[in-house]
């Protein structure tokens, strides 16, 4: 098997574990939005049992990095979208409306045609220690702006959870690459310091994403899938020489897909929307862009009472 087959095998099982583990924040956000305190969280089985799938599915995606380049393996994440809206769907009794198949489909689609025009080798370059600390100061920057209050949260939020994710893959494959470049790469001060920076935003992710998962998680988690191969592959392109397929048709391919993306991440935003306004009351809540009885003791939650408050965003 080479390189490229073992890097696909390893994001489509990493997807699968990032979609469940998406479906278990958006329930849980659901009964917390009552404004009290992040603490709440850590008393709720639903939050642990999902950061254990995030970091299932990171190890995963850990690894595919390893044999794929960013601009690879960051749009096979678009498949967390094609397990977690009807997994969320399933597990609300009820099914997928077809606005969430349209936008799916979409996003799907142009997100497939990244895949394809950004196909290549496995990774040899890093990013030095410079570049690094660059990047990571201006993503702190705009992961700032994105959480700051304002309308819209959701899709903010989802957006600089997507931004922090791809950074921190960027960042994660040059620890993995430097690492095991020579014998003493493992134990490197450019190495470590990565290191910290990665589990940094990979939290800043996570804890994003949880908030963003508070209005839906259809289009949400879609604009999340979008930003994160967009932000990896701009860090692959402009640091690492990564590049698409084809010369100029390559690009236009993938510019094209990312246009096809974008309209799917608008579908599925207009149908969470309506679909949200349309609900009953606020005894409903939404679940992949439409309302659904609110989750019950069976989520690892006893009561409302018992519900986790809702996080606030990151600085």
Known sequence: MNATAVAVALSLLSAVAYASAAVAQERLAARSRDGRHLRGLLGARVWWGAVALNAGGALLHVAALRFGPLTLVQPLGALTLVAA???????????????????????????GAL????????????LSLGEALGVAGVSILLLGLLAWPGARPGLRHATASGIASGVASALTQTVTVA???????????????VALLVAGFASAGLLLAQ??????????????????????????????GEGFRGGAPGLGLALAGAVVAARGVLVLSRASVGLRDAGPGASRVVVSGT?????????GLSSAADAPPPLTPAP
Do not use: K, Q
């Open 85 to 111: 809206v009807p997994l969320g769907a399933r597990l609300a009794g009820r099914r997928v409306g077809r606005p969430e198949w349209r936008g799916v489909c979409l996003t799907l689609a142009g997100l």
């Open 115 to 126: 895949t394809f025009a950004a196909s290549g080798p496995a990774p040899e370059d890093a």
């Open 179 to 193: 690492a095991t470049a020579t014998a003493a790469g493992l134990l490197s001060t450019r190495v470590a310091v």
């Open 211 to 240: 908030t963003a998962y508070r209005h839906g998680l259809g289009a949400p988690l879609a604009l999340l899938t979008l930003a994160n191969p967009v932000a990896a592959s701009a860090i692959g392109i402009a640091l690492l």
């Open 291 to 299: 309302s659904v009885p609110r989750p019950g003791p069976r989520d």
